[in-house]
């Protein structure tokens, strides 16, 4: 057990709000201080892309206590629903039933603030943090920059304060801190398509479905009200843009010549276009991620990056769940818990930032290639007869606990030896053939 300490957490997002229950859990007072309002009390809509929680996410909900609670709200996805212009091709994630869940990000976050509070967590919302003091672990708080602030001292404080972190960006003024920050020339912008009025979906309820186009795409997640949030991923200039798409018939045009079957389902279009915001897409890398035995940045605010393998949260709930690992390894030694925390997800973190930004180029454009597709039909027919042998990259990331770095690395490696096996003469007829089996696993001993 910890001595009860007095711990901040700047941010209430769903890695803030997480963290607010493991630590209330230890047995510490928790405050939780957001500047926005809260959450509960607002209607959330026009930028949020529907969460992907996989096996990382649930071992941490579920450590807890909390993953039966949140299964509540998430829909099931066993596939990818992948639209060409001419045809509809699906693609399982797994093996034997394994499945991501789509999960609103609204009624996820308003869920967590819930359970947290439960847990016996105080929330502060629109309270600005405008300083804080590194070594005495103290919060400076007030209306505006330059009017009155009051101290508010902790004996511990944590930055989940996301992507643009004010905790960050003051341990960034520290000597030998390294920071990068990369936008994507890619935006996203939320699109709806609500309900048809019975039980069943236009779309297939269980998939997450994308329309790969190359330099753009469009995805859709299911939710629970039967409807589907939507997000189009296109560069912000360029031929087709969003710098291109000025006025409604453009939209409707541009959606009729290369998005035909979602004309139908998306009736308020050029509306929701309009309406709802551009935003960008950045990864963002620092280190070091904690200041003495006083301060740490966990989750986004330390390892933002793009959201293309669906593994944003997931890593920030991760890294709360490797936390609460070292706190009952370590006690009271502070010091060790911190530097043990960065150094095990630093590399980790760097990992699923290079994943992600992989997976756009695979969604966006390789989905729609029928080598790719069969590619990965090779992959998942020899996984099923050597499982020891070969665990596809998207099952190591996605429905495994180990390490992003090893699914890095071994995915680097698979790719390597599909190359040499895709380059096989008439591999589309050999696909299943003992000549590829032993290709493989000669590859494999190498």
């Not at 939780?32 to 941490?60: H, T, Y």
Request: hydrophobic share 40%; net charge negative.
């Amino acid at each position: 057990m910890q001595t009860p300490q007095k711990i901040a957490i700047v941010g209430s997002g769903l890695v803030g709000s997480l963290l607010a229950i493991y630590l209330k859990k230890a047995g510490h007072t928790v405050h939780v201080f957001d500047r926005s309002p809260d959450i509960r009390k607002i209607e959330f809509s026009g930028r949020s892309i529907n969460l992907a929680m996989s096996n990382r996410g649930w071992k941490a909900l579920d450590k807890a206590g909390i993953g039966d609670e949140i299964r509540e709200i998430a829909i099931p996805m066993d596939k990818r629903a992948i639209h060409l212009i001419d045809k509809l091709n699906f693609q399982y994630y797994g093996s034997n039933g394994e499945n991501i869940y789509s999960i609103s990000r609204g009624i996820l976050n308003r869920k967590m603030i819930d359970l947290a509070e439960n847990a016996g967590a105080v929330f502060y919302f629109e309270e600005k943090i405008w300083d804080v003091s590194l070594s005495e672990a103290t919060l400076h708080i007030g209306e505006t920059e330059r009017g009155e602030w009051k101290a508010m001292k902790y004996d511990k404080i944590f930055g989940a304060d996301g992507a643009f972190s004010r905790i960050r960006h003051k341990m960034q003024r520290q000597s030998m801190f390294n920071y990068s920050q990369e936008f994507l020339n890619i935006g996203y912008k939320e699109l709806n398509i609500p309900s048809n009025g019975n039980e069943l979906h236009k779309l297939d309820k269980n998939s997450l479905h994308i329309w790969p186009r190359g330099e753009y795409m469009l995805i859709a997640l299911p939710n629970l009200d039967d409807s589907f949030t939507c997000t189009l991923f296109m560069p912000f200039e360029g031929e087709n843009s969003f710098e291109s798409l000025k006025t409604q018939q453009e939209v409707e045009s541009f959606f009729l010549k290369n998005l035909p079957d979602t004309i139908n389902v998306i009736p308020k279009l050029a509306e929701d276009f309009f309406k709802n915001p551009t935003s960008t897409l950045v990864t963002m890398k620092c280190y070091p991620w904690t200041f003495e035995d006083k301060i740490a940045l966990i989750g986004d605010a330390c390892h933002a990056i793009v959201p293309f393998y669906g593994q944003g949260m997931n890593a920030g709930f991760e890294d709360i769940y490797e936390l609460d690992e070292l706190m009952s390894k370590f006690g009271d030694d502070w010091n060790s818990i911190f530097k043990e925390y960065e150094k095990a997800r630093k590399p980790n973190a760097d990992a699923i930032a290079e994943l992600s930004y992989r997976n756009f180029m695979e969604m966006s454009s390789k989905t729609a290639d029928d080598l790719f597709l069969l590619q990965k039909k090779i992959e998942k027919h020899f996984a099923d007869k050597y499982p020891n042998k070969w665990i596809p990259l998207y099952s190591r990331v996605t429905f495994s606990d180990r390490p992003y770095s090893e699914a890095l690395a071994f995915g680097n490696r698979q790719n390597e030896i599909m190359e040499i096996v895709m380059q096989i003469p008439e591999i589309e007829k050999k696909w299943d053939s003992e000549l590829v089996e032993k290709t493989i696993l000669k590859l494999l001993k190498n």
